[in-house]
């Protein structure tokens, strides 16, 4: 079965402080892609990033960045230099992949971040 | 592209009524899901289709839900009869294969 965990349930930092959120995940099959979406006080899922399981590269977007390691099966999400608009829910999930349509998307239960000026 | 469109934003109804929550998914997009949000179970996945078919179901709490897809540009989820448990938001989203999910902004439902 698959899974994602989310070990951290919140986590306070002062701005500009850096943070890490983690993400560790369980999967059955070969092929698979990661996801991290934020969700603002606003309640919107805004979409950050796509990772597909043959790509272990990391990933950075501006103050974002993103390091995925399939030895420990995590994929983990690093903020640097926080701003208080970086407060919100943080989705780590995982979507099987299928040769001939679109599988489910399983989330974890999110990391509630809050950056205190 | 105007999104993943879900109506109404916001229902406020009585335990016992009928609601009906609605979804019109990104043009093109062949795969459609929906999800329920509390603060106890987080984000779970309630049923999906691919290509108007629904996938899996299994998510689906009980007989008073029930779900359908009946073209490419519309699907529905019917709580009957909604009870207090069922206030959550919930979420429609769409996907290409690919995949790449795309969320409307939820319709916030409150049973009282």
């Known amino acids: 079965a698959q899974k994602v965990t989310q070990a951290q349930t919140e986590i306070s930092v002062v701005e500009k402080e850096d943070v890490t959120l983690d993400c560790v995940y369980e999967?059955?099959?070969?092929?698979?892609?990661l996801f991290w979406y934020k969700q603002p006080p606003s309640g919107e899922l805004v979409f950050l990033i796509r990772r597909n399981s043959f790509d272990e590269q990391n990933e950075i977007s501006g103050r974002y960045s993103w390091n995925f390691q399939k030895s420990t099966s995590s994929f983990n999400f690093t903020i640097t230099a926080s701003q208080v608009v970086d407060s919100a829910v943080y989705f780590c999930?995982?979507?099987?992949?299928?040769?001939?349509?679109?599988?489910?998307?399983?989330f974890g239960q999110g990391t509630t971040l809050q950056v205190k000026p | 592209d105007a999104g993943v469109i879900q109506s109404p934003r916001h229902e406020v109804t009585e335990m016992g009524q009928e609601v009906t929550l609605r979804c019109k998914p990104i043009s093109g997009h062949n795969s459609l899901f929906w999800y329920r949000q509390t603060m106890m179970r987080g984000l779970e996945l309630l049923i999906y289709f691919n290509n108007n078919v629904p996938i899996d179901d299994s998510g689906m709490p009980e007989d008073r839900f029930s779900a359908k897809m009946p073209n490419a540009s519309f699907s529905t989820l019917k709580i009957q009869p909604s009870e207090p448990r069922d206030s959550a938001v919930y979420f429609c989203a769409s996907s290409p294969e690919g995949p790449g999910y795309t969320f409307g902004s939820g319709t916030r439902l409150t049973v009282v």
């Open positions: 999967t059955r099959d070969t092929t698979y892609y």
């Open positions: 999930a995982l979507s099987e992949a299928r040769s001939s349509n679109t599988g489910k998307l399983i």
